[in-house]
């Protein structure tokens, strides 16, 4: 099952070359310090004196698994310095030359079936020839037909030796698939676990999660290197996206300074453990609002005031209609509504105010802040939770919003609305919502009060997460 064979020029003195093959070795595990997949059986090999050896030599076994991938190939233990402490490892080799007779033998036909048989038949002068002739074999040499095959490696080191498959596999740890608020860290941080091809788990082996698309972050940048631990896991911390498609690849490169593989200039022999898939694992997720403009509400068309105190959460709105947004009158005079796609799709009367309640929920892992942005015309109030966004409870007259391009907007402090006029248009008012105002790992309330003045009317709202930096 091993052999050595020596080339003519690479001996320089007497050497003896022991083969002892190496006991409780199993399957595919082996005594090469290493978690890859191991290919037995295993032998150690000595040389005494080890300088006699002044030329590369072949070392091969043969190997007992019926099929051997093409990535397996011969190594040993050796011991090497790594931070400037000596460790214990392996060594890789290019294949050596073929060996004959490594996988063993074949012999000749017994004789003495050849004479039972010849006999049988009655031909006994031939069947006394063959019993001669199997006399002979007994004390003769026997002819032998030498087979070949195995493992070579090139080598004048020597240790225990046995065949390495120099091939991990990497998963996916996590779903490949999901969708997150825009601005927001994902549920489930892409995550990636490296085996063999037997299911061992491989440490060592550096995770490269790059963003690819969409412009978000992995742990805070545009990469983040991971290395496996002990059970084959590489998870990114966070993975923060954007509006729409976002994509992140995961690149994995084996690690283990441990693992060497001698220099050879062979073709199709490697210089590293391949991770595969090469090109790595695609991880996607869709960025969206955590509200988006168009959404569904409970809603109440009402005169001017009605309903007070509706933004507290325990409001009973049993009682509402249930429309999508936007709301407001159907005419054609402003830029807004001629947006493609654009339909007004739930009526609000000229004069009136519109209340509208909607529940979202946030995962307990949320961390994002949000921001409120409203499109109307004309006058506007928004609570979440019950806490006003439009002015500071506090202080009343010390309004809270933000706008941006439309300079139309102003604070009414009797009223407590933040007014506009003309048309309405999306992005240019914002509200912040303070991470206290939330509920995390339950249902938060969204309350708006939408006052008309005359004319034409239109209100629609989307909650965001701020976009990555």
């Not at 010849?118 to 074999?137: F, H, I, Q």
Request: proline share 8%.
């Amino acid at each position: 099952n091993a052999g050595v064979q020596i080339p003519g020029g690479a001996i320089n003195a007497a050497v003896l070359v022991t083969i002892v093959p190496l006991p409780g070795s199993t399957f595919p595990t082996g005594p090469l310090n290493t978690t890859l997949d191991q290919y037995g059986p295993f032998s150690d090999v000595k040389v005494s004196p080890e300088t006699a050896i002044a030329a590369d030599v072949s070392v091969g076994i043969c190997p007992s698994a019926a099929v051997v991938p093409a990535t397996v190939f011969l190594a040993h233990n050796v011991t090497q310095t790594v931070n400037n402490v000596l460790t214990p490892g392996i060594e890789v080799l290019p294949p050596g030359a073929f060996i004959s007779g490594l996988c063993g033998v074949t012999t000749p036909p017994s004789a003495l079936r050849t004479a039972f048989d010849l006999g049988r038949s009655g031909d006994y002068a031939s069947a006394t020839k063959v019993v001669g002739s199997a006399l002979a074999d007994m004390l003769l040499p026997t002819n032998a037909n030498a087979t070949g095959g195995g493992i070579t490696g090139t080598t004048k080191k020597f240790s225990p030796f046995g065949g390495v498959d120099t091939k991990v596999y990497m998963t996916a740890n996590s779903t490949t698939t999901q969708s997150a608020p825009a601005g927001s860290a994902v549920q489930y941080p892409p995550s990636t676990l490296v085996k063999t091809n037997f299911g061992t788990a491989v440490p060592k082996v550096d995770v490269l999660f790059s963003v690819t698309s969409g412009g978000g972050t992995v742990a805070g940048g545009s990469s983040s290197k991971v290395t496996t631990g002990a059970t084959g896991v590489a998870t990114v911390s966070n993975w923060v996206i954007n509006t729409g498609s976002n994509t992140v690849q995961a690149v994995g490169t084996y690690a283990d300074p441990t693992v060497t593989f001698r220099a050879s200039t062979i073709t199709g022999f490697p210089q590293a453990v391949t991770v595969d898939p090469t090109a790595g694992i695609t991880f996607t997720a869709t960025g969206g609002d955590v509200v988006p403009y168009g959404s569904s509400y409970s809603f109440l068309d009402g005169a001017q005031g009605h309903d007070d105190g509706f933004q507290v959460p325990s409001f009973d709105v049993s009682s509402w209609s249930t429309g999508n947004g936007p709301f407001g009158s159907a005419t054609t005079a402003c830029p807004l509504n001629h947006e493609t796609g654009f339909t007004m799709n739930t009526g609000w009367t000229i004069g009136n105010d519109l209340t509208l309640r909607k529940n979202f929920p946030l995962p307990s892992w949320w961390t994002a802040p949000l921001t409120v942005s409203a499109a109307i015309d004309n006058d506007i109030q928004v609570f979440v939770n019950g806490h006003p966004l439009t002015f500071d409870p506090a202080a009343p007259t010390v309004a809270l919003f933000s706008f941006s391009g439309d300079g139309n907007y102003a604070y009414n402090s009797t009223t407590q609305f933040v007014t506009h006029e003309n048309c309405a248009t999306k992005g240019s008012l914002t509200f912040s919502i303070p991470a206290s105002f939330l509920t995390l790992g339950g249902q938060n309330t969204l309350a708006i009060r939408a006052r008309d003045r005359g004319s034409i009317n239109y209100v629609d709202v989307k909650i965001t997460a701020p976009a990555p930096q």
